[in-house]
């Protein structure tokens, strides 16, 4: 194999694991949105709930008070670990 194709190689599987972190990721705020909303239907559901700012791009880094409660009280919240914390002031 060339070095050059070994790069292009060594590359193209980074691209291929960026993609997948951020795809996974995207997912899990998406069922973390879902869980609150499940929790509290009546609420204006946003990242902001659990985020500093509104539209986090790093995961749990920038959560907020809140967000730091609920995830020390379940890595992966769920309706049920907002209903324990409680609802977002």
């Not at 902001?48 to 609920?70: D, E, F, R």
Request: aromatic share 8%; glycine share 4%; charged share 25%.
């Amino acid at each position: 194999m060339k070095n050059s194709d070994r790069k292009t190689a060594i590359l193209t599987r980074f691209v291929f694991a960026l993609i997948f972190l951020w795809a996974s990721q995207a997912s899990a705020d998406m069922k973390e949105i879902k869980a609150y909303k499940e929790a509290y239907p009546d609420a204006k559901v946003k990242c902001a709930i659990c985020h500093s700012v509104a539209m986090p791009k790093t995961g749990a880094a920038g959560l907020n008070k809140y967000g730091q409660k609920a995830v020390a009280a379940n890595p992966h919240p769920t309706a049920d670990t907002f209903k324990q914390v409680g609802k977002a002031e």
